[in-house]
Nanobody, 123 residues
Framework: QVQVVESGGGSVQAGGSLRLSCVVS????????VNWHRQAPGNHREVVAD???????TYADAVRGRFTIAMDNAKNTVTLQMSSLVPEDTGVYYC?????????????????WGQGTLVTVSS
């Protein structure tokens, strides 16, 4: 089975930085793309950054210029570098990955979420 595991959350003061990591494992053949979502208390889950296997990057307006998403295809790992954090960045950050797994030619698609990691930014 495919597993998506996030790490790197924590508490930081406004203006600080954090680096989140997302590792996708389980006989992964290809990762089509990964996105990071966040959910603040009482709010809907929203996408903050997206990366495709071909390297196309997309950011939410609220984080553009402060967050950087990157993918290491060899390690099936995606990072989210967050800088100049503000209290509004507080929330649970989730990694969401799509791709296929198994052994060619018997491959299956996956669409998997991690359990989330909490980021708290204090003023």
């Amino acid at each position: 089975q495919v597993q998506v595991v996030e790490s790197g959350g924590g508490s930081v003061q406004a203006g600080g930085s954090l680096r989140l990591s997302c590792v996708v494992s389980g006989n992964i053949f290809n990762i089509y793309g990964v996105n990071w979502h966040r959910q603040a208390p009482g709010n809907h889950r929203e996408v903050v950054a997206d990366i495709t296997r071909s390297g196309i990057l997309t950011y939410a307006d609220a984080v553009r210029g402060r967050f950087t998403i990157a993918m290491d295809n060899a390690k099936n790992t995606v990072t989210l570098q967050m800088s100049s954090l503000v209290p509004e960045d507080t929330g649970v950050y989730y990694c969401h990955a799509k791709g296929n797994y198994g052994f060619s030619p018997r491959l299956a698609e996956f669409d998997s979420w991690g359990q989330g990691t909490l980021v708290t930014v204090s003023s």
